[in-house]
């Protein structure tokens, strides 16, 4: 059976809980043979261990169910009236599911009862003959398990199988002898999620008592009572691990039943379609995999209805035939990520648009102005389906907002890409409820916030003494110089408004978002360890820039900061992944962030930022003369100055802008430095900082100029600094 | 007798700044005193932070910020209910901040009105009656709305 173990012990533990149940229906159902709802659930329950059963192949049990359940289906619709004959009939047709489930639970298989009387029986009280079959199956059939049972002994199955498999997927710590000898409602237990999250509450109580005892411990000096504390320390520690694992589940329990639907529905409507799966063992709260069960399945059915195409149209546009969904999941930031990615044919926006117009959803105008992103978003909205036909698979337009609602309401998002001809990729992003991270905590303003291991790159510690030459600034944006690389700095306590302290060196956390990233300037670094996170409640959802919140060891609560959000609020994120989009433009050349400022006649010149130390705009005022040099008093040295401009061979007589753009009272100033020398570069108006590739494009046409490039669409003069601040300063690089 | 067991209802009693309020009792999950609390830095002033409530995280909310009443001043420390509505999916518990906490008392619906027009906007939405007590008037607040608080990321 291989990989169906797992499910076939699932459908073993289920169907016996529900035969439990059927027990206590039908004692109900004697007490009250009209009761329609419980002749409902009864047939319901056989319904299920049909179906399932013809799923695994078990023709006996399925033959034996399906004659049960037809039976129910007549007292159901209230075709024929339940009377004593029926009701026993049905109670045999109970035990002998439950022998045969022993079977399989023992053996892998069936077994060889299969019942003929009792199906007999069955199918003569459907027709309505009632009395008359009764006595011919008398007592031999109606005894269940423990007959069928000896049957087994010829059976070659070793009865290893089912066991080993229990222990695994449900109870990790149980005794192995107790779960070869059990049988399987034994080992598991189905417990009320809250009595798991009291426990866990408690735990968390506990180990901050712990952690109390310890420190009287370590105060004290008695040996006895430090060993013992010592224990409590690893117990509690073992405590919590368990009590925290019992609400985790893999993503494959929600993942586990999604090959199967993928080929019957692929079978269904004539596609061809493979199931891929990444990082099936990310684990997840179970009340997470419980909401995102429905929501997942209906995306995956929606991404083979309507994502992948037919094998012709696949072949048409040059693709394999057979079509690609890939499940990937991963722990990001402090939250899961799941993608449903397809290599169909993509969403088209203007059929969304279209679509949209006509349900009334949109007007024209406001189509219009959409950009794609809301456009494609628009298949979220409640009533909406892009499908031609309504199939009975989906196309009713009852889905896509029901999945959206069930993942908010667990405080997830969901979002969707796709390009015309290459497929889509829906992304649903979910908080881990209860998961627990590493961390980092740091403390700003105060407070101690964690920050997620997972978006932590490296800490960086500057002295006191070294934060003026090491902290750069652009244009009012602090950078610090990583390794060569321009790292944007965010002050924590600026973005959250608390207080500034006057901290002794500098401590910057460098942190990773999407593709960015920036650096966090915190007061102090804490600690690391692992935090249970917690949601928050529902009121603060709406601050992006908060992941959750968690209980320090000493009791206190401590928010855990979302670093995406974070970089957004601070504008360290959104900036960088256009510079990205560029990056993807023009592959393969390593960019370079370059300075823009205007030139005199309406051109546009860049200065590499790597040589620029900082942006200063001074009053022209503040000019002074010292011989044929001008200079400026700056951070307590005197700045020579070099007008940049004037330093060119101009092209034209009159320049077209002589003041590049800049009012005649204000210098924009770029300072540029070599060792301890520093040099102010008067320029033109600044434009903007971007990246770029510094291929030179075209060769210099006068001095001082090393090249020209197209900047957004613009062609740009590369200053070459060098040799303009040679010919004023020309021991400036003497070392 | 019966009859007027089943009508009157409990409310339990609390001070802000100068009038009496009161919250249907079978909302109240329990009364603490002042409590450390973690601030949550941007959100609205309302939120005054949380609070570890034996391992549940919970938001603590200023009433009188709530109901726009000035702030406290006489240097006392609010008092905690923690309060519960909802079930299920939209639960939600929160601590509210209040002056001084007071008794639970009976109230029969027929002392309780509608709020007079001339009650002011926001404040209005929060107020679910007013009761005429014979020592004064009791505000009994709809603390589902008191809970709702909006919040852009912006």
């Known amino acids: 059976m291989g990989d169906l173990d797992g499910l076939v012990t699932e459908f073993l533990v289920e169907s016996y809980e529900n035969l439990d149940r ?60 339940l009377n004593a004959d029926m009701g026993s009939a049905l109670l045999r047709t109970v035990d002998a599911i439950r022998g045969i489930l022993g079977n399989i639970e023992r053996s892998g298989a069936e077994g060889a009862a299969i019942y003929p009387e009792l199906i007999a029986e069955l199918e003569a009280l459907c027709t309505g003959r009632t009395v008359a079959a009764a006595p011919v199956a008398p007592a031999p059939v109606a005894e269940p398990a423990p007959q069928a049972a000896p049957a087994e002994a010829v059976h070659p199955v070793p009865s290893v199988v089912l066991p080993a498999v229990s222990s695994e997927t ?88 999604l090959p199967r639907v993928v080929r019957d529905l692929a079978k269904q409507i004539g596609k061809q379609v493979r199931l891929e799966m990444e990082g099936k063992d990310t684990e997840l709260d179970k009340s997470i995999i419980e909401a995102i069960k429905d929501p997942l399945t209906h995306m995956v059915r929606n991404s083979v209805d309507h994502g992948v195409e037919k094998p012709e149209r696949r072949i048409a546009a040059g693709k394999p035939a057979e079509g690609r ?70 196309g009713r337009g009852v889905g896509m907002d029901v999945v959206r609602t069930n993942i908010e309401r667990i405080g997830g998002s969901v979002d969707i890409g796709s390009k015309v001809g290459l497929g889509t990729t829906i992304t649903i992003k979910i908080p881990l409820t209860l998961a627990i991270i590493p961390a980092l905590v740091v403390q700003s303003g105060g407070e101690r916030f964690a920050i997620p291991q997972i978006n932590l790159l490296e800490l960086v510690r500057i002295d006191t003494d070294k934060i003026a030459t090491e902290i750069e600034d652009v244009y009012g944006a602090p950078v610090y110089r990583l390794r060569g690389q321009l790292l944007p700095l965010v002050h924590l306590n600026k973005v959250l408004g608390l207080p500034e ?11 990773q978002a999407d593709e960015n990233q920036f650096g966090l300037v915190v007061d102090n670094v804490l600690d690391t360890g692992e935090i249970v996170v917690k949601p928050l409640d529902p009121q603060l959802r709406g601050l992006a820039i908060y992941a959750g919140a968690t209980i320090m060891g000493d009791g206190s609560v401590a928010l855990i900061l979302d670093v995406f959000g974070l970089g ?59 011989g044929e040099v001008e200079v400026v008093q700056y951070r307590g040295e005197i700045l020579p100055l070099i007008r940049v401009f004037q330093m060119l061979p101009e092209r034209r007589r009159n320049p077209r802008n002589p003041d590049a753009g800049v009012s005649p009272d204000v210098l924009p100033v770029v300072v ?12 033109g108006r600044i ?40 010919t004023v300063v020309p021991d400036f690089y003497r070392s | ?60 909310l200023d009433m009188r910020t709530r109901l726009g009443f000035p702030a406290r001043d006489d240097g006392r420390q609010p008092v905690n209910i923690v309060v519960g509505v909802g079930e299920g999916s939209e639960a939600m518990t929160a601590a509210l901040l209040v002056d001084e906490i007071g008794d639970v008392i009976d109230i029969d619906p027929a002392n309780c009105e509608t709020p007079p027009d001339t009650i002011r906007g926001e404040v209005r939405e929060l107020i679910q009656s007013v009761c005429k007590l014979d020592k004064g008037l009791m505000l009994i607040l709809d603390v589902q709305r008191a809970l709702q608080l909006e919040i852009t990321s912006s």
């Open chain 1, 22 to 81: 059927l027990d206590k229906e039908f004692v109900e159902l004697e007490k009250n043979p009209g009761n329609r709802d419980v002749i409902a659930s009864i047939f319901r329950t056989i319904h299920t261990v049909k179906g399932t059963s013809g799923f695994f192949g078990f023709e006996k049990l399925q033959l034996v169910a399906h004659a049960g359940e037809n039976l129910l289906v007549r007292l159901r619709d209230g075709v024929l009236t």
């Open chain 1, 501 to 511: 302290t006057q901290g002794a060196a500098l401590n910057i956390v460098v942190l």
């Open chain 1, 672 to 683: 540029h430095r070599h060792g301890e020398r520093h040099v102010g570069l008067v320029v």
């Open chain 2, 1 to 60: 007798m019966i009859d007027v067991a089943v009508r009157t209802r409990q409310y339990c009693t609390f001070r802000l700044a100068q009038h009496l309020c009161g919250i249907d009792v079978l909302q109240v999950h329990e009364i603490l005193r002042h409590q450390p609390m973690t601030r949550v830095p941007l959100a609205p002033p309302v939120v005054r932070g949380l609070i570890n409530l034996r391992g549940q995280i919970i938001t603590a």
């Open chain 1, 687 to 726: 434009i903007d900082t971007v990246e770029e590739s510094m291929k030179l494009q075209k060769a210099a046409s006068r001095a001082g100029i090393k090249g020209c490039i197209v900047v957004s669409g613009k062609v740009t003069e590369i200053l070459d600094v060098e040799a303009v601040v040679r």
């Open chain 1, 568 to 626: 957004a609020r601070a504008h360290a994120v959104g900036k960088g992944r256009e510079g990205r989009t560029d990056a993807t433009a023009v592959a393969g050349e390593p960019k370079e962030p370059l300075l823009l400022f205007q030139s005199p006649d309406d051109g546009r010149m860049g200065i590499p930022l790597s040589q620029v130390v900082r942006l200063e705009e001074l009053p022209a005022s503040s000019v002074e003369n010292t």
């Open chain 1, 325 to 394: 969904i890939l499940l990937r999941a991963y722990h990001e930031g402090g939250k899961v990520t799941i993608e449903i990615q397809d290599d169909g044919g993509g969403i088209d926006p203007a059929r969304i648009k279209a679509k949209a117009i006509e349900k009334g959803i949109l007007t024209a105008e406001q189509a219009a102005k959409l950009p794609e992103r809301e456009i494609l978003a628009l298949i979220f909205a409640p009533g909406f389906s892009t499908a031609e036909q309504v199939t009975n698979i989906s």
């Open chain 1, 170 to 257: 449900a109870s990790r710590g149980a005794d192995p002898a107790a779960a070869a000898g059990g049988s399987l409602a034994d080992q598991n237990l189905r417990v009320d999620v809250r009595v798991l999250d009291r426990l866990m509450n408690l735990v968390g109580e506990l180990v901050l008592t712990r952690n109390q005892i310890l420190q009287l411990a370590g105060s004290a000096a008695d040996g006895a009572l430090a060993t013992t504390s010592k224990r409590l320390d690893h117990i509690t520690s073992e405590l919590q691990e368990e009590v925290m694992r019992t609400r985790m589940q893999p993503i494959e329990t929600v993942w586990g039943k």
